[in-house]
């Protein structure tokens, strides 16, 4: 597709169920993001991919949350027995660098919205 | 750990009123530094960036910004706002080659006409 695009929009889940957010980078971009996003604060980093690689996970908050891009393309952040407080809004956000290029521009989506019940 | 602070939370100006938002990063080494924009409704874009050369750098829409190494500042500016510059303004650095981006809170804008 032309952009990032994140689905569903808005999720809401009742506390203690698991949640699957899902992001198809643009086509070809290396790098993926995860950012988390409370209302009124800035995008907090979650997770980085390079291709299906997973190359840092210091950003998720706890085990509950889970993500993965196992053929290199779409990822899925899975957050499991979901609380209150995971509310928020999961970005994602792709980048054409490879081979340990510099990441100069990140193309992010629209988000999806999280409100735990 | 790395940080970055923005100077103000929500800045109300009228048209044509002169914009600067601050921006500060702690971070010792070598930082690569860009100003995102997220007008309503829309997702999170480039508004500028600076890697190296000259500290001075010009995004789109009229926008630029000035790094100074020595205050660890990349303040965004604008000569004249229009009211079409309504959003939120994050500042960010990245490290590691871009592995890892840090953002500000973020500057919402109202621009009144």
């Known amino acids: 597709g032309a952009g990032v695009s994140q689905s569903p929009r808005y999720k809401v889940a009742k506390r203690g169920q698991d949640v699957a957010l899902r992001c198809d980078p643009i086509?070809?971009?290396?790098?993926l993001f995860w950012y988390q996003q409370a209302l009124g604060q800035g995008p907090e980093f979650l997770t980085y991919?390079?291709?299906?690689?997973?190359?840092?996970k210091s950003g998720l908050p706890s085990d509950r949350f889970f993500a993965e891009r196992p053929e290199g393309s779409v990822s899925t952040l899975k957050i499991q027995r979901t609380q209150q407080e995971d509310s928020a809004v999961y970005l994602c956000?792709?980048?054409?660098?490879?081979?340990?290029?510099?990441?100069?521009?990140?193309?992010f989506g629209s988000g999806t919205q999280l409100s735990v019940l | 750990a790395q940080s970055v602070s923005q100077h103000n939370h929500h800045v109300i100006l009228s048209e044509a009123a002169s914009l600067e938002l601050g921006c500060n990063y702690s971070?010792?080494?070598?930082?690569?530094l860009f100003w995102y924009v997220q007008y309503p409704g829309q997702h999170l874009q480039l508004l500028l960036k600076?890697?190296?050369?000259?500290?001075l750098v010009k995004g789109i829409k009229g926008f630029e910004a000035e790094f100074i190494k020595s205050k660890f500042s990349f303040n965004l500016r604008k000569p004249s706002v229009q009211w079409s510059d309504t959003a939120e303004y994050f500042c960010?650095?990245?490290?590691?080659?871009?592995?890892?981006?840090?953002f500000g809170p973020g500057t919402r804008l109202s621009v009144l006409p």
């Open positions: 956000a792709s980048s054409l660098a490879v081979g340990g290029a510099t990441n100069e521009k990140l193309f």
């Open positions: 086509s070809g971009h290396v790098s």
């Open positions: 991919f390079q291709n299906e690689a997973q190359l840092d």
């Open positions: 971070y010792g080494g070598t930082v690569n």
């Open positions: 600076y890697f190296s050369g000259d500290p």
């Open positions: 960010a650095v990245s490290v590691n080659y871009g592995q890892n981006f840090v």
